[in-house]
């Protein structure tokens, strides 16, 4: 088994106390991020940062969907940590000031993947997947914070 790492990042013209506000908010913003490739989603405790557990089901490709339920914690003023209690999946949102009334959003998700050459495909494709789902995330989190 290998750990699987992916990141993706983008600027926004809106301050990092707002952006933090938006990512933290799982009740009413969250859901309006999120692609097609998320279903399921509920707010089963909390609702806005640390102590909020939510579940969705995320089809990574066509064949393979997760069935995750997290539990985000804020080991830092600008760190949501989301800890999948089905599997060793962690995503960890970092927002930061990237010059004035502009934040910059860091998203890293590690996991412990397959061994063998599935693992070997995994480790090689799976990153590349999941940016992409995390990319539109971004994006429309930049529409959220105009």
Request: aromatic share 8%.
């Amino acid at each position: 088994m290998g750990q699987v790492y992916a990141t993706t990042e983008r600027v926004y013209e809106a301050s990092p106390e707002r952006v933090y506000e938006a990512l933290a908010d799982y009740q009413v913003t969250r859901p309006k991020l999120l692609p097609e490739q998320y279903s399921e989603y509920e707010v089963r405790a909390g609702g806005t940062g640390a102590g909020t557990q939510v579940h969705w089901r995320l089809q990574a490709t066509e064949k393979r969907v997760r069935d995750c339920l997290f539990t985000v914690t804020s080991p830092s003023p600008e760190k949501l940590v989301e800890s999948d209690a089905n599997s060793s999946m962690v995503i960890t949102w970092t927002v930061s000031a990237a010059g004035e009334g502009r934040s910059k959003v860091t998203v890293e998700t590690t996991w412990q993947g397959a061994g063998g050459i599935g693992g070997f495909f995994e480790r090689t494709f799976a990153p590349k997947g999941l940016n992409r789902i995390h990319d539109q995330v971004l994006a429309a989190l930049a529409d959220e914070v105009r």
